[in-house]
């Protein structure tokens, strides 16, 4: 029996901006997609939001911190263990892309997260007149990102019908591995 490999992802963002429904979609994707994963595996536990996967011999395990911005002092536990960070955004919520901004550039900020690679989310692109790539990624991928070494991607995804999950997860599993 072979010990499995495990590392940690951060899924953060807004509370509505689609966390919960991401990690399910990835559930489904993986399963029946992901040609590379194996024993595929993803378990939620409603209100932690936890899910695992397991790929090639490595095994993912999600952290979902929304909704527990009052425990901000506990971030740093998970800052200096984590080896990747998601970041969703909802694409349709014009009237919180600033709040949105703001937690992300303080999360982006902590040096525990220099060289963690990150994917940034613009999710919903499923729903009409919602704001694109090229209108979110100028927000969330400015210069300040870029200090360090850090693998960054921004996708458009849609967490409810599956759309650019798989290709973010497989961005995700490479620069990690
Ligand atoms: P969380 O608070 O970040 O975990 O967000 P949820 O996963 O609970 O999603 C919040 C709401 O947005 C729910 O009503 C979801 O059905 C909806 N939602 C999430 N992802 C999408 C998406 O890609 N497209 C659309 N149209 N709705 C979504």
Known sequence: ????????????????AGKTTFLEATKTRFVNHYKGMHASKITT????NIGQIE???IRLNFWDLGGQQELQSLWDKYYSECHGIIYVIDSNDRDRMEESKVVFDKMIKNDLLTDVPLLVL???????DV??????KPVFQHAGILIGR???LTIPISALNGEGV???ITWLVDAIK
């Open 1 to 16: 029996i072979t010990q499995k490999e495990d590392f940690y992802v951060l899924l953060l963002g807004l509370d509505n």
């Open 45 to 48: 536990t409603v209100g932690l």
């Open 55 to 57: 790929v090639d011999g």
């Open 122 to 128: 613009a999710n919903k692109q499923d729903l009409p």
């Open 131 to 136: 704001m694109g790539v090229r209108e979110i």
């Open 150 to 152: 850090r693998d960054c």
């Open 166 to 168: 798989h290709e973010g």
